[in-house]
């Protein structure tokens, strides 16, 4: 195949954006297993699966998959309930294999009915919620997991009050000065970088960072010991030096677990909590593409399901399409889903032979990172490009905001897509029905289409026309009618003889049948 026009025609974007997105999928995936309770290997195997496998299979352009923080709670309730990590991986064999199903079924297209200011919201909301979760690593706080997105924490505080409560003790001189430059240089380094040529265009600005990072973790203790980068501020992948180290490292599922009822229940959830999630993140990930590129839902649901069996089977964590990977990949600069093959292949390479390299990266410049992230996915002009579409798109985009930022991802979707579903039904209920008058003469015109919402409005203005007017029904702008609405007309036009009310219709030419009688 030629490169220059097959699978690696766009390398040159698709290298630096994978580097981006593994060096913010190392941390999150070790720091998701262990909010979640489970091995840190745990992490990097549905990392590397979701990367390698779900990205070789997926055709979601710029989508990254693995664990997600999402998830966290469900699987800390799963293993609290079952007991067992391996009993737990059958949940997860199931799950992937209920999405199959689901696929096949063709219920991916659902993730076409989200509203694009829930959608909108969900990226923003995402973005922030990155920037205060990094805040604390920023300042060399690292109680909390890397993975940890919900608004309670297990330790009782919450996004706000855990920025409060940070102990003066625990801020270091050192992690402000890494995260505080880290994040300034990304400003300055990323801004046109894409445009420019040779190497400075090439390498990208995290990559830079992480190595400065690195580097300070190497040169502080003999320069300043007192500044050193202690190990518990760094990344902490396990070390695996022989073969046995590494088989030691993977679980696999019990399936004498498999006709436990529990199992079947946490299974269905973590496919309904996966698959609502996936499609989310799929659908924002479509619309930030520059290139506008549609990713086939139903199938990504399959090889999401795929990606989950091979996972459990191997002792990884249930996986999703992850909106934070994803949006840094896009940000980054990749054209295709090869960057999310070759996060994938780096988190895996990177983790088997260069695991103590990799433990040099502070935290504390990944905090530098995430918040440039976060910055990019909730721009300020996005509140203001929202404002000015007016309020009926607004409001569901803030309340989505808002609504993730007190609960967590999943529950701040509903209540975004329950407020959004209540500006649709209010802007398709009004104005639907229209009446005019001069004198005795009336004209009823229907707008839109009548649906049940409208009933009330229809009777509210049948109600109006009084006894021995001249009516004309215009229905010139409608294709169709349901019939509670067909019925209601039909019983006007019958009675109106009875209250010298004088009626005509007037229909299109290409106007279909709708049921409703002609005056007698």
Not at 74 to 82: H, K
Not at 399 to 426: E, H, N, P, Q, R
Request: hydrophobic fraction near 55%; aromatic fraction near 10%; charged fraction near 15%.
């Amino acid at each position: 195949m030629n490169a220059s026009n097959g699978f690696f025609a766009t390398w040159r974007q698709d290298v630096p954006a994978a580097i981006v997105v593994f060096l913010i999928a190392l941390p999150l995936c070790v720091g998701i297993a262990l909010a979640s309770g489970a091995p840190a290997f745990a992490g990097i195997v549905s990392g590397v699966i979701g990367g390698i496998v779900v990205g070789g299979l997926s055709r979601s352009s710029l989508s990254v998959t693995g664990p997600a923080a999402g998830l966290v709670l469900v699987v800390v309730a799963a293993l609290q309930a079952l007991q067992t990590y391996e009993a737990f991986l059958v949940a997860v064999v199931l799950a992937g294999l209920m999405q199959i199903v689901l696929g096949w079924a063709r219920l991916g297209t659902l993730a076409h009915f989200f509203p694009s200011a829930v959608v909108k919201g969900m990226i923003a909301a995402i973005g922030i919620v990155l920037i205060f979760k990094q805040i604390p690593h920023a300042l060399s706080f690292d109680r909390d997991y890397e993975g940890d997105e919900a608004f309670w924490q297990a330790d009782g505080y919450n996004t706000f009050t855990e920025l409060v409560n940070i102990p003066q003790e625990s801020i270091s001189v050192t992690a402000v000065v890494i995260s505080l430059s880290s994040l300034i240089f990304l400003f300055f380094w990323e801004k046109d970088r894409r445009s420019r040529s040779g190497w400075r265009g090439f390498l990208p600005g995290p990559l830079l960072v992480a190595a400065a990072g690195a580097l300070a973790t190497v040169l502080l203790p003999l320069w300043k010991p007192e500044l050193a980068i202690s190990a518990i501020h760094r990344v902490n992948v396990p070390v695996m030096k022989t073969g046995q180290d590494l088989a030691a490292q993977l679980h696999f599922p019990d399936f004498s677990q498999f006709f436990q009822l529990e199992v079947w229940q946490f299974a269905f959830v973590l496919c309904l909590v996966a698959t609502l999630e996936t499609l989310m993140s799929i659908e924002a990930a479509d619309r930030l593409d520059p290139l506008q590129r549609l990713t086939p839902v139903n199938r990504e649901l399959r090889v999401q399901g795929l990606g989950n069996v091979l996972s459990g089977l191997i002792g990884g964590l249930p996986i999703v399409a992850v909106l934070v990977r994803s949006s840094a990949n896009i940000s980054a600069g990749a054209a295709s889903r090869l960057s999310a093959i070759l996060q994938g292949v780096l988190l895996l390479a990177a983790t088997l032979a260069i695991p103590r390299l990799i433990n040099l990266i502070p935290l504390a410049s990944l905090a530098g990172i995430l918040i440039y992230v976060g910055y990019q996915m909730a721009d300020p002009q996005i509140f203001v490009r929202k404002y000015r579409k007016g309020l009926s798109h607004f409001i569901p985009f803030m309340a989505t905001i808002v609504a993730i930022l007190f609960s967590d991802l999943f529950t701040g979707v509903c209540i975004g897509l329950l407020v959004g579903m209540l500006y649709v039904l209010k802007s398709n209920y009004r104005s639907a029905v229209t009446l005019f008058n001069d004198g005795r003469y009336y004209l009823l015109r229907f707008k839109k289409d009548l649906s049940f919402l409208h009933k009330y409005e229809l009777k509210r203005r049948l109600a109006e026309i009084p006894a021995g007017a001249e009516v004309l029904i215009d229905l010139t702008h409608i294709t169709f009618v349901d019939m509670d609405n067909a019925e209601i007309i039909n019983d006007f036009i019958q009675t109106a003889p009875n209250k010298g009310i004088d009626i005509q219709l007037k229909r299109a030419p290409m106007t279909p049948d709708f049921l409703i009688q002609e005056p007698t």
